[in-house]
């Protein structure tokens, strides 16, 4: 009997994994942008005043527009499973959207909705990356994005943007990362975290290059409507004749436009192909999105869009203000970015330099420092591939960025710079 239970016994560990953890998640990192964030909350939570930088959201609420159609779905009992690809209410106003705003015509069949945008990016790389090929990202880049490529077995390639030419990629930039392994090129315009508003000339160029050789685009349009100044958003997509579509991906969603961060709604609109595929995936992994949030959403799309305006000129006003604040701290660089609601601010000056007796070696020791010392947080270049810039963002009040900008310029004033 002995003889039979340690047969078993070891059996059972013959068929023990090596280890409880997968394989394709062992490359993933915590986030540095949360882990500022965790810290900079615990410190409030003790009585700190950490003036944050660091939202990735808008500070408005969702209009009550909006907010009225979600609670009339609720009131309508629209609150069941619906198609794992959205309602279809939903799609056809993203379609009038797109038609409407981009000039893209596309059928219902070509959109599909997800769980926020960034699960659109998420499975529309799935649908098309397999473990070899190579995914082309701009640098600076959205944190997720590698981690994402990384998760489907691709590999990512990162093609880097100059501040010289205000963080915009250009073909020449893009050139020298093409291999035979080249699959998909990630474009996002407006761009988290430089604020880059890409310019119709180099759209085109890149657009024209990567069709032509069948290289498939994702264009992360999610800030679209967060553009300031003479600064123009162009769909990737309106750039190529209806024969080159078949190779570009456009995601959007409500998140940052009409200030939905959390009701999770995102879109993408391609080839029937890579949709349908799209469309598998979300069956099998995460079924419709909400359907409240659904129907609040065709609201968002096909209603008054005054608010937006009200919003995008408020941020404009902070952006601004920031970018003066800004750059009345020695040694730095800070331009005025275009889009989105960030600023990307050039600290390389500061590596290597001795503050109140602490030594800066990066710009996560940076920010870190910054917490500390001045009660400011934000989120360092590491966590965007481009070490020795901090993002900052004006999604908060103007007397925080006042406030802030100020504390960090009396902090900084103490550094040795060699």
């Known amino acids: 009997m002995a003889d039979l239970k340690d047969s078993v016994d070891n059996s059972?560990?013959?068929?023990?994994?090596?280890?409880?953890?997968?394989?394709?998640?062992?490359?993933?990192?915590?986030?540095?942008?949360?882990?500022?964030?965790?810290?900079?909350?615990?410190?409030?939570?003790?009585?700190?005043?950490?003036?944050?930088?660091?939202?990735?959201?808008?500070?408005?609420?969702?209009?009550?527009?909006i907010r009225e159609a979600g609670k009339k779905a609720i009131d309508l009992g629209r609150t069941k499973y619906t198609e794992a690809t959205g309602i279809m209410e939903l799609k056809t106003a993203i379609r009038q959207k797109f038609l409407r705003e981009n000039n893209l015509h596309y059928d219902e069949s070509n959109i599909i909705v997800t769980c926020g945008a960034k699960f659109?990016?998420?499975?529309?790389?799935?649908?098309?990356?397999?473990?070899?090929?190579?995914?082309?990202?701009?640098?600076?880049?959205?944190?997720?994005?590698?981690?994402?490529?990384?998760?489907c077995g691709g590999t990512?390639?990162?093609?880097?943007?100059?501040?010289?030419?205000?963080?915009?990629?250009t073909l020449d930039d893009l050139k020298p990362h093409i291999t035979e392994k080249t699959k998909v090129v990630l474009i996002n315009t407006p761009n988290n975290p430089s604020g880059a508003v890409y310019r119709l000339s180099d759209m085109q160029e890149i657009a024209e290059y990567l069709t032509k050789k069948g290289i498939i685009i994702i264009s992360d349009e999610i800030y679209e409507k967060l553009v300031y100044g003479n600064a123009q958003h162009i769909s990737m997509a309106s750039l190529v004749g209806d024969k080159y579509k078949r190779n570009i991906i456009v995601v959007n969603g409500v998140s940052k436009a009409y200030s939905m961060t959390g009701w999770r709604i995102g879109y993408a609109a391609g080839p029937r192909d890579i949709i349908a595929r799209m469309g598998f995936f979300v069956g099998h992994t995460t079924s419709n999105p909400n359907t409240v949030a659904m129907y609040a959403s065709v609201e968002a799309l096909n209603g008054n869009q005054s608010e937006i305006e009200m919003m995008v000129n408020r941020f404009n006003r902070r952006r601004m203000f920031m970018v003066e604040e800004m750059n009345k701290i020695p040694n730095i660089t800070c331009m005025a970015p275009?889009?989105?609601?960030?600023?990307?601010?050039?600290?390389?000056?500061?590596?290597?330099?001795?503050?109140g007796g602490t030594k800066i070696n990066t710009t996560i020791e940076l920010v870190n420092f910054l917490i500390d010392e001045a009660g400011v947080a934000a989120v360092p270049g590491e966590s965007f591939g481009v070490p020795g810039y901090i993002r900052f963002s004006y999604a908060t009040s103007m007397d925080n960025i006042a406030d802030g900008v100020e504390k960090m310029n009396r902090v900084l004033s103490d550094a040795e710079i060699s």
């Open 120 to 151: 659109a990016l998420y499975s529309a790389l799935r649908a098309i990356v397999s473990p070899g090929d190579e995914v082309i990202i701009p640098a600076p880049y959205w944190v997720s994005y590698p981690s994402m490529v990384q998760l």
């Open 156 to 169: 990512p390639i990162f093609a880097y943007a100059k501040e010289e030419n205000c963080f915009r990629l």
């Open 338 to 355: 275009e889009g989105a609601f960030y600023v990307l601010v050039n600290f390389k000056k500061y590596l290597g330099a001795t503050i």
């Open 12 to 65: 059972v560990k013959d068929l023990q994994p090596k280890s409880r953890l997968s394989v394709s998640t062992a490359m993933l990192k915590k986030s540095i942008t949360l882990e500022i964030a965790a810290k900079a909350k615990a410190m409030n939570e003790r009585g700190g005043n950490v003036i944050s930088f660091s939202a990735g959201e808008p500070d408005f609420d969702t209009p009550k527009a």
